[in-house]
T-cell receptor, first 113, second 113 residues
Framework: AQSVTQPDIHITVSEGASLELRCNYS??????LFWYVQSPGQGLQLLLK??????LVQGIKGFEAEFKRSQSSFNLRKPSVHWSDAAEYFC???????????FGAGTRLAVHP | EAGVAQSPRYKIIEKRQSVAFWCNPI?????LYWYQQILGQGPKLLIQ????????DSQLPKDRFSAERLKGVDSTLKIQPAKLEDSAVYLC???????????FGPGTRLTVL
């Protein structure tokens, strides 16, 4: 069965520091992979997606993610975190693309000034 | 362009009571999703509509949950009777078609006492 694991429940970083959020997936074929962000009281917003091709994908708000098939990972990165990045981040796999998304449990990011 | 609208934003009920949530998708979006997001977990798909027909309701607890999408636009999700474990945020999302990006509403936070 498909599944997504986000090993870190909470992460705290200082403003201006770099960030990496981990995501591991379990899926038999090449998956469609996504990162979403959820700010308090808001719905989920798509940060970026990987469907095929270049394994380093760029997203909105300065985020990027790298697909590593050998490690079954799709980690999210940002070189310099802003206080406004404090939110919850969800990795998801979509066996059919955007359809039938399976989400990880999320990583809550806190940013210290 | 208006986003996905949901109401109410918050609801507190006692167990065994009934409750209903409403969702108005983005205009023109044929596909509508309801997700359940329990605290500490990622969103889980409950039901997917294509226009006014159900595409997937395999994870909907049909003994107590029901949903409809009359006229292929607005949708309501009902719980009757509610249990303590139904406490969660209920997210509605819509997309142009099932293979397109999903856009999420702000959710309804349900607390069952």
């Amino acid at each position: 069965a498909q599944s997504v694991t986000q090993p870190d429940i909470h992460i705290t970083v200082s403003e201006g520091a770099s960030l990496e959020l981990r995501c591991n997936y379990s899926y038999g074929a090449t998956p469609y992979l996504f990162w979403y962000v959820q700010s308090p009281g808001q719905g989920l917003q798509l940060l970026l997606k990987y469907f095929s091709g270049d394994t380093l994908v760029q997203g909105i708000k300065g985020f990027e993610a790298e697909f590593k098939r050998s490690q079954s990972s799709f980690n999210l990165r940002k070189p310099s975190v802003h206080w406004s990045d404090a939110a919850e981040y969800f990795c998801a796999v979509g066996p059919g693309g955007y359809n039938k998304l399976i989400f990880g449990a999320g990583t809550r990011l806190a940013v210290h000034p | 362009e208006a986003g996905v609208a949901q109401s109410p934003r918050y609801k507190i009920i006692e167990k065994r009571q009934s409750v209903a949530f409403w969702c108005n998708p983005i205009s023109g979006h044929a596909t509508l999703y309801w997700y359940q997001q329990i605290l500490g977990q990622g969103p889980k798909l409950l039901i997917q509509f294509q226009n006014n027909g159900v595409v997937d309701d395999s994870q909907l607890p049909k003994d107590r949950f029901s949903a409809e999408r009359l006229k292929g636009v607005d949708s309501t999700l009902k719980i009757q009777p509610a249990k303590l474990e139904d406490s969660a945020v209920y997210l509605c999302a819509s997309s142009l078609e099932s293979l397109n990006e999903q856009f999420f509403g702000p959710g309804t936070r349900l607390t069952v006492l």
